[in-house]
């Protein structure tokens, strides 16, 4: 029980940690590098830096944001290695497998940012209905909510003792580790990439988005009656996405 309590101390503080951060950074003078705005503005000469500030709060906000979507997972692991001397090493590799695939998408999410900006940029007719890009965000999640890819990776991520056991394999233990972590987050990327894809609609620092997104993504994966919220999520987010689309016309 003692080191249940350890184990859920240590991944709060990493979670409460990085929200503290994302508040802090998003009141601080380079606050704007949260929210992607200035991306489609900067030249291509002047990209390193930016890019490497927004990559820097894509992890945060990860950690902040789906860290929690995997405690499952990760307490699952923590009972099974609980007796290894290295076990903290472990539990970390399996965190970072699961950000990196995470930080993976991050790249691939900003670039497409970037092109959007650009593209808004050398169109005046899409500059003057820019909100048609975040109608059109709304309603692919909303619309993703009813795929089948969702639902088979929303049901890998709720079952993490199977997970676990497809995975884990007990030589080359580190490496196992990480990989285990990678595995996992393939499949919750697959399940929340649409949902995440909206907070470049409202920026990385909203931290109301962040909460709501965050409490929802948790409650699909982790809770008895998740599943259910899937489909009256995907009609909120279709009809918030018609609505932009009829005030707007």
Same mark, same amino acid.
């Given at each position: 029980?003692? @080191? $249940?309590?350890?184990? &859920?101390?240590?991944? =709060?503080? *990493?979670? #409460?940690? /990085? ?47 789906m860290l929690p979507t995997a405690l499952p997972l990760l307490e699952r692991f923590h009972r099974l290695t609980e007796q290894r001397e290295d076990r903290l090493q472990l539990l970390a590799l399996v965190i970072a497998g699961y950000l990196a695939v995470w930080l993976g998408f991050g790249i691939a999410a900003h670039a497409g940012d970037w ?5 808004? @940029? $050398?169109?005046?007719? &899409?500059?003057?209905? =820019?909100? *048609?890009? #975040?109608? /059109? ?106 609505? &932009? ?5």
């Amino acid at each position: 029980m003692a @080191e $249940r309590r350890a184990f &859920l101390a240590l991944l =709060a503080s *990493l979670v #409460g940690s /990085a929200w503290i951060a994302l508040w802090i950074w998003g009141r601080s003078p380079y606050g704007r590098y949260l929210g992607h705005q200035q991306l489609g503005e900067l030249g291509t000469d002047s990209l390193l830096l930016p890019v490497t500030f927004y990559l820097v709060g894509w992890t945060l906000m990860t950690v902040a944001m789906m860290l929690p979507t995997a405690l499952p997972l990760l307490e699952r692991f923590h009972r099974l290695t609980e007796q290894r001397e290295d076990r903290l090493q472990l539990l970390a590799l399996v965190i970072a497998g699961y950000l990196a695939v995470w930080l993976g998408f991050g790249i691939a999410a900003h670039a497409g940012d970037w092109l959007v900006h650009e593209l808004v @940029e $050398r169109s005046s007719w &899409l500059e003057a209905r =820019a909100w *048609l890009i #975040g109608a /059109a965000t709304l309603m692919i999640a909303g619309a993703f909510q009813f795929s089948r890819l969702k639902y088979r990776c929303l049901e890998k991520c709720r079952a993490p003792l199977s997970f676990v056991t497809e995975y884990w394999r007990g030589r080359h233990e580190q490496r196992n580790a990480f990989l285990l972590g990678m595995h996992h987050g393939v499949f919750c990327v697959g399940c929340c990439w649409a949902l995440m894809l909206l907070m470049f609609g409202v920026g990385v620092g909203n931290v109301a988005w962040m909460l709501g997104l965050g409490a929802v993504m948790a409650a699909e994966k982790n809770l008895s009656w998740g599943r259910k919220l899937s489909a009256p999520l995907g009609v909120a987010l279709i009809g918030l996405g018609g609505l &932009l689309l009829i005030t707007n016309l």
